[in-house]
Every structure is written in C-alpha cells, then in structure tokens.
Nanobody
Framework: VQLQAFGGGLVQAGGSLRLSCVAS????????MGWFRQAPGKEREIVAA????????YYADSVKGRFAISGDNAKNTMYLQMNSLKPEDTAVYYC??????????????????????WGEGTQVTVSS
C-alpha cells in the first residue's frame, strides 16, 4: 500500500484546509486509517482516525469540533477537513494505515508504536 497525502499550505488563523490521502495498491478494507501530525520539537501525535466498518471516528481533544475525518472507499481516498485553524495546529501532517480497527490504531499510537503504512507528510502552517 502506498499513501500519498496532499492539501497542506499556509492559512491564516480561523481559516480552513482540507487534506487528502490517496491509497494505491489496495482498498481500505481491513485497515483503520488516521491522520497524525508532528510539530517542531514535539512528538508525533494522532489527530483523527476512522474505522470503516462499522463506521466510527476518533478525534484528539485538541481538534474536536474543528476537524472532520471522512473517506471515500470507492476512491481509496481519506480526507481531513480542518476548520477554525489555530497557530498551534501548525505541523507536518501524515496519513497512516494499519491493520485492524481504529481502537487498535489509537492504542498503538498512544503506546508509541508505528503504523504499518505512512504517507509522506504535508506541511500545514497557520499564521496568527
């Protein structure tokens, strides 16, 4: 599986961006997927995750109510709609896929374990 993330950029505080992650090589079936970010000098953190069946989503407290994760299985594409962006959202954003469920992905992320597949990061910069 190859993941490609794009859609980052420079935006003013309060603005919006939509990130996309396209998977090639297989469908999302059997995989949980998520968005992670890493700011300078900080550890990588999970931002949002999605389980396809049954459909379920997870958001870090810092982005709840502002970010929305979604996907189009037919297009093998996952999205992260980011609204009301804040300067502290500035980071390199990565999409990832891992075998299993969203719950296992979150547990692995919190335990410091890496995911099976990563996309290249896309820079998001929010100016104040």
């Amino acid at each position: 599986v190859q993941l490609q993330a794009f859609g980052g950029g420079l935006v003013q505080a309060g603005g919006s961006l939509r990130l996309s992650c396209v998977a090639s090589g297989r469908t999302f079936n059997g995989y949980a997927m998520g968005w992670f970010r890493q700011a300078p000098g900080k550890e990588r953190e999970i931002v949002a995750a999605i389980n396809w069946s049954p459909e379920d989503t997870y958001y870090a407290d810092s982005v709840k109510g502002r970010f929305a994760i979604s996907g189009d299985n037919a297009k093998n594409t996952m999205y992260l709609q980011m609204n009301s962006l804040k300067p502290e959202d500035t980071a390199v954003y990565y999409c990832a896929a891992d075998l299993g469920t969203m719950t296992t992905m979150i547990k692995k992320a919190r335990g410091g374990y890496s995911m099976r597949y990563w996309g290249e990061g896309t820079q998001v910069t929010v100016s104040s």
